[in-house]
């Protein structure tokens, strides 16, 4: 059972971002030409908790039961755009260390002219996520939408190296920046974590949550500082997807909260790491494809009891 | 006031391990021969909560300056041997990225021939730590303690390499093991630290405690898993003696502590986390000599309610 199916309240979340056939080597698995892309990864995990309706592009080679999968889990695929020519593939190994990606190839393809138009019903939704792609891009989405009452937004070094500027413009239009340790201190030029997330909190978003893979979350806003570890994993097969799938439990389960108030946000931060640490414990998106809302509520409890300790 | 004073039930706590002159660079601070060494980390740190008996040696240039430091700090220094020699030298560098030290020289001088010999009333002490030395010296130190209620011990990357058969002997002896992410692995030859953590409480710790700096640390045992984040600072000037001083605060508490119970492992894990995240904010150990308890506890009033969030 969906979470949107407990509460009833869910709103609607538009996701605008790639759709990707990747070739992924991690020293647990391996697999060609698999489903990915961010907003594949977001769309499956905001799944268990609203409607999540997606904007990407793909060519004509993407098969169709890719999107028999995402169909499958409840998400809207008609802002699925198919081009003639190739879907963007992306290529990547992760050592023993599974941190980092190192990029094998990448190939753009026909998200290269990617310019997300989005349907009438589609500038309606609340909630908005940004995946990772030319921050110009995301603003012109954003400027697409009626009345959102969250934007969230993902970014890379790629984009803070390149295009700086644009960037910087977007994140005017953001409420919640999405976002890691290195990333943080690359856009702020600052070396100390704490400091560039408020020099970062000072030029638009409200709230930045820094994703830090293995070692959990932060959320950081004008008052307070939220943290918790991640959830202890014995099996980790692939990292692809992570900070995605951690966006679609933090943004699915906004949707869903009564009020957008720290207790919402930081549970939405909970669930959002709760999200990430099923997405990578098997290849791609197929841990998403089987996961029920029961298994999530359980982890959620599990990640309560243990961070929790008395006080003094 | 100290901890101790609150309850007034602390018993003792022994701690074996070097006394250092350090030379330190970092991109926030300098230092040449200022005081340094796990042994001076971890009693200024448990200074907090117990009484600590420290075993150490110094040559004959070490300061008494730095001995009054620790004195103040109630400290008892009649276990530091001052033997004809110089003492033991370390010089390194850290870089913006202050989770690494580079080390630029090591002399260990008298510290070479260090064959810790314990008081008769040391021997009778409840609480022992066994800072980052030779295995077959921390298990020596085991031997000569009565009846130890719990023994913690650090170690490091050198011992894991150079003598792993006399560290599983000592990791025998040791109740709680306290080690960085790089080292568990190491230790058991696993990539995955969860797995990595098992095979190593297979050997002979209860509770193995993670340390990962500014990542914040875990502590596991063979049924169940807690995990924190570092205390959030703007400013980290210097993060040697971190391990040690979150040793300090953990032991040091525990010591306090009416049972070794689970709610007790937790709440000594944030107070070992607290004392690190003051230690780092100077140079050396001068933090710790200037704080108060109340510090302390206001800090992990504020490090619970950074992690707290609502059940669903």
């Known amino acids: 059972m969906h979470y949107r199916k407990v509460l009833e309240i869910a709103m609607g979340i538009l996701a605008v971002g790639s759709i990707a056939l990747d070739s992924i080597k991690t020293p647990f698995g391996h697999g060609e030409k698999i489903l990915g892309g961010s907003a594949t990864y977001f769309g499956a995990s905001a799944s268990f908790f609203a409607d999540v309706s997606v904007v990407a592009v793909v060519g004509d080679d993407f098969p169709s039961e890719h999107i028999t999968f995402l169909q499958r889990l409840g998400v809207d695929t008609s ?23 190192k990029t094998l190839d990448t ?3 026909v998200f290269a002219d990617f310019a997300p138009k989005l349907l009438a019903a589609q500038r309606k939704l609340e909630f908005v996520f940004l995946g990772n792609i030319d921050p110009d891009l995301q603003r012109n989405v954003v400027a697409q939408m009626e009345h959102p009452k969250l934007v969230a937004c993902d970014t890379m070094n790629y984009w803070i190296g390149s295009k700086p500027g644009a960037l910087r413009k977007t994140l005017e239009r953001v409420d919640v920046l999405l976002i890691n340790d290195a990333e943080t201190r690359q856009l702020a030029g600052e070396a100390n974590l704490m400091k560039a997330a408020k020099i970062v909190l000072g030029w638009g978003p409200r709230t930045i949550i820094i994703k830090r893979g293995e070692f959990g979350a ?4 004008d008052k307070t500082v939220f943290g918790i570890p991640a959830y202890p994993l014995e099996e980790v097969v692939d990292p692809t997807g992570a900070g995605d799938s951690f966006a679609g439990g933090f943004v699915g389960y906004l949707s869903c909260a009564r009020e957008l108030d720290a207790a919402a946000m930081r549970k939405a931060v909970v669930f959002g790491s709760v999200m990430a640490s099923f997405n990578v414990s098997e290849l791609g998106p197929k841990r998403l494809g089987q996961l029920t809302y029961a298994e999530i509520e359980t982890r959620f409890r599990e990640l309560r009891a243990l961070t929790h300790f008395e006080d003094i």
């Open 218 to 221: 932060l959320m950081i806003n």
């Open 79 to 101: 802002g699925i755009e198919r081009r003639a020519g190739k879907t963007f593939c992306w290529a990547g190994e992760y050592g023993f260390d599974l941190n980092t990606a």
């Open 107 to 109: 190939q753009l393809n």
